[in-house]
């Protein structure tokens, strides 16, 4: 049973990367390393409310991170090209300056990204922007869940 609670920091520590990596699911990683904790601790450690509630704020905050951005882009104006840009510009960010490169790729990737559309650069500074917003909501609200979710891990390990 050891492995498992090896398995379940591996996975801890990829749901809390995978928070700011665009493509690794953060927070269902988390919840996956609660999982692998119970299976380690003969289901002793979580009560089935607690990992039932984990499960449905898992599922909240996956489906919530996919509007923000969109509602963000939309609510300022973005076009498809400026969401784009703000993805690439974060994992761009992410390798050459990290932590900070993240959001200051965001917002550059946004930028760009609608200047190359043929916004003015008002509006491609607005519509980056929104873009910029929607995203850094949606990775703080994954922080926080997959943050959660990591303290009851390391409570119930020790």
């Given at each position: 049973?050891?492995?498992?609670?090896i398995?379940?920091?591996?996975l801890?520590?990829?749901?809390?990367?995978?928070?700011?990596?665009?493509?690794?699911?953060?927070?269902?990683?988390?919840?996956?390393?609660?999982?692998?904790?119970?299976?380690?601790?003969?289901?002793?450690?979580?009560?089935?409310?607690?990992?039932?509630?984990?499960?449905?704020?898992?599922?909240?905050?996956?489906a919530?991170?996919?509007?923000?951005?969109?509602?963000?882009?939309?609510?300022?104006?973005?076009?498809?090209?400026?969401?784009?840009?703000?993805?690439?510009?974060?994992i761009v960010?992410?390798?050459?300056?990290?932590?900070?490169?993240?959001?200051?790729?965001?917002?550059?990737?946004?930028?760009?990204?609608e200047?190359?559309?043929?916004?003015?650069?008002?509006?491609?500074?607005?519509?980056?922007?929104?873009v910029?917003?929607?995203i850094?909501?949606?990775?703080?609200?994954?922080?926080?869940?997959?943050?959660?979710?990591?303290?009851?891990?390391?409570?119930a390990?020790?």
């Amino acid at each position: 049973m050891f492995v498992f609670t090896i398995i379940g920091i591996l996975l801890i520590i990829l749901g809390i990367i995978g928070c700011v990596v665009p493509g690794l699911p953060g927070p269902p990683l988390s919840y996956l390393a609660l999982i692998s904790l119970s299976i380690s601790k003969k289901w002793e450690v979580f009560s089935p409310e607690f990992l039932i509630a984990m499960a449905g704020l898992t599922i909240l905050v996956t489906a919530i991170d996919f509007v923000i951005p969109a509602f963000g882009a939309k609510k300022f104006g973005a076009s498809k090209f400026g969401f784009w840009g703000a993805v690439i510009g974060m994992i761009v960010g992410f390798f050459y300056f990290p932590p900070l490169g993240i959001i200051i790729g965001a917002f550059l990737g946004a930028f760009v990204g609608e200047v190359i559309s043929g916004k003015q650069t008002y509006g491609a500074f607005k519509a980056g922007w929104g873009v910029f917003i929607g995203i850094i909501t949606g990775t703080v609200l994954k922080l926080v869940v997959s943050g959660i979710m990591t303290f009851y891990f390391f409570k119930a390990l020790f």
